[in-house]
């Protein structure tokens, strides 16, 4: 899972108005639904190029907020953090 500072763009349409979560959840939750999308992209491009079956897509621990930070600046035009 990830660990570290949240950085993210925006909560995810899921769980804006979920009462259920606080404010926290809901900014984790966001973070590890971004990173589950972007991982489905990179399987997506995988399975294109038919190397979907033959390929291990891992992430350590440790990076993933790393690569969330990268995935902001990629994708977003204006990546914000929210505290």
Do not use: W
């Amino acid at each position: 899972m990830p660990h570290g500072p949240v950085a993210i763009n925006k909560l995810h349409p899921d769980y804006i108005n979920r009462e259920d979560l606080t404010l926290s959840e809901k900014k984790y939750a966001s973070m590890v639904k971004m990173l589950d999308d972007h991982v489905g992209l990179i399987m997506q491009e995988l399975k294109v190029l038919g190397m979907d079956e033959n390929t291990i897509v891992f992430s350590p621990l440790i990076m993933v907020t790393k690569l969330i930070t990268k995935i902001n600046k990629a994708f977003c035009q204006s990546p914000v953090k929210i505290n």
